[in-house]
């Protein structure tokens, strides 16, 4: 019987846009395992088993990103099949690490989160709110760059969503993670605050070229690279969430974000005119009353936010000032916490 060179598997409790996808390749692959718990393992190895593989067939566990709902159960799947886990060297720290980057990561969130004018509040009931997965302390990864190839499959660059976001190739199939989802717009800016964090809390280690701690000063420009990428390439495109994405789907998400920039700009004029308005908005009391930061823009743009969306919504808002601005449309006014005006 001929099998299928790719074979999706549905894992975990579902999102909005469904099951995690998780991919069995040649039948000695898995890319993007799924999310740490029971019921996402029970759903792995009995489409392993409906695949008629076993877990000492693989070879390879390969990640798109670090993302827990994505990584959660390859330190898990790598160490019972004996496999060599592998994801792209921008995000492998945070999986390899991860006891110690995790507690890095929140405090990195911690104060961008507050360098983009969210309230100390809001700020810590998020942080308190991301409690730790049940992975290891620390795992060996190796790291891929883009183009590097791993059993059978070629590493590409898909930087945008996270700081090291990788896609897998085989043949005709194209394994994107989250860089590309059939209904929603992947987060840009708050799903990875190391794309965006003030330089006063940048942790570049010395000797750490290949760490995923190097600056990036514009994911969104970052991400529009990746989609402009992934357009370019000839294979079918199967993300990490849901079952097929549309023909026009990469057109779509430019389109939403170009939208979004423009109602970034749009809020930042009209409260540039409206300073009575924008003082009763804000209610950061230590701030000057000169410019908008990105936690107001985002209560503009999505109205009240709670949980993790605070991080995500500001961080949006966030990764647009910041290409505003490096497009010359924007300035920045402050940094404590960071505030923009629209340029003439």
């Not at 001929?2 to 898995?30: F, H, Q």
């Not at 489409?47 to 566990?61: C, H, I, P, Y």
């Not at 750490?208 to 991400?223: E, I």
């Not at 908005?281 to 503009?300: L, S, V």
Request: proline content about 6%; glycine content about 10%; overall charge negative.
């Amino acid at each position: 019987m001929t099998r299928d060179s790719v074979r999706r598997i549905g894992v975990g409790s579902g999102s909005p846009e469904g099951k995690n996808s998780a991919y069995l390749v040649d039948e000695r692959v898995v890319v993007d395992p799924g999310p740490p718990d029971d019921d996402a393992w029970a759903d792995l190895t009995d489409g392993l088993e409906r695949a008629d593989v076993s877990l000492t067939d693989l070879e390879a566990v390969l990640v798109t990103h670090w993302h827990v709902d994505h990584a959660g159960l390859a330190p898990r799947l790598a160490d019972a099949a004996g496999a060599t886990l592998a994801m792209g060297a921008g995000d492998a720290p945070l999986v390899a690490d991860y006891g110690i980057e995790r507690e890095r990561r929140l405090e990195r969130d911690r104060e961008t989160m507050r360098y983009w004018g969210v309230p100390a509040d809001a700020v810590e009931r998020v942080v308190a709110g991301d409690t730790p997965s049940p992975m290891p302390e620390s795992i060996s990864v190796e790291r891929l760059a883009d183009g590097d190839r791993l059993a059978g499959l070629e590493a590409v660059a898909t930087p945008g969503h996270t700081l090291g976001h990788t896609a897998f190739a085989r043949d005709d199939a194209l394994l994107v993670g989250d860089a590309v989802l059939p209904t929603y717009t992947p987060n840009v800016g708050g799903s990875d605050t190391r794309t965006l964090a003030p330089e006063s809390v940048q942790s570049v280690r010395e000797g750490g070229a290949n760490d995923g701690a190097a600056r990036r000063t514009d994911p969104l420009a970052d991400f529009l690279e990746t989609l402009d990428r992934l357009a370019d390439r000839s294979e079918r495109l199967l993300p990490g969430h849901g079952t097929s994405l549309a023909a026009d789907r990469i057109e779509t998400v430019r389109d939403h974000h170009e939208e979004r920039s423009a109602r970034v700009l749009e809020v930042l004029e009209r409260r540039a005119n409206e300073p009575a308005a924008r003082a009763a908005a804000d209610t950061d009391e230590t701030a000057d009353r000169t410019g908008t930061t990105p936690w107001t823009i985002a209560r503009d743009l999505f109205g009240d936010l709670g949980g993790s969306h605070v991080k995500f919504g500001a961080g949006e808002a966030a990764a647009h000032c910041r290409h505003l601005e490096r497009r010359g449309l924007v300035g920045r006014r402050s940094t404590d916490p960071v505030r923009y005006v629209p340029l003439d």
